[in-house]
Nanobody, 129 residues
Framework: QVQVVESGGGLVQPGGSLRLSCAAS????????MGWFRQAPGKEREFVAS????????YYTDSVKGRFTISRDNAKNTVDLQMNSLKPEDTAVYYC??????????????????????WGQGTQVTVSS
């Protein structure tokens, strides 16, 4: 059983930056792909970014490419999401998730919420002036 806890959300002005962190415990962190998803009010949860267990490969949804960067530290059991050039449409609750390894890392596979096994409670990000 893996527990994941997000932190780092808050209120930021458009064009600003935030760094989200996710701490995992209770399992072998390096055997999980990690992902970030978000859910805005009245909308379905959507994929943001994922990273392979070795941190070699990352995958992003088109709307955040060039602005967001996902990274992980397997020694500290953490995964971060650096968010730059934030826009009001980035406002959402951001969730961290862990997906067990089922084969080679494929970005599109880990863009689907159903392929993750463990989820955090979420952290609110609000982009507003």
């Amino acid at each position: 059983q893996v527990q994941v806890v997000e932190s780092g959300g808050g209120l930021v002005q458009p064009g600003g930056s935030l760094r989200l962190s996710c701490a995992a415990s209770g399992g072998t962190f390096s055997s999980y792909a990690m992902g970030w998803f978000r859910q805005a009010p009245g909308k379905e949860r959507e994929f943001v970014a994922s990273i392979s267990w070795t941190a070699v490969t990352t995958y992003y949804t088109d709307s955040v490419k060039g602005r967001f960067t996902i990274s992980r530290d397997n020694a500290k059991n953490t995964v971060d999401l650096q968010m730059n050039s934030l826009k009001p449409e980035d406002t959402a609750v951001y969730y961290c998730a862990a997906g067990s390894r089922k084969g080679p890392y494929i970005g599109s596979y880990y863009s689907r919420a159903g392929n993750y096994d463990y989820w955090g409670q979420g952290t609110q990000v609000t982009v507003s002036s």
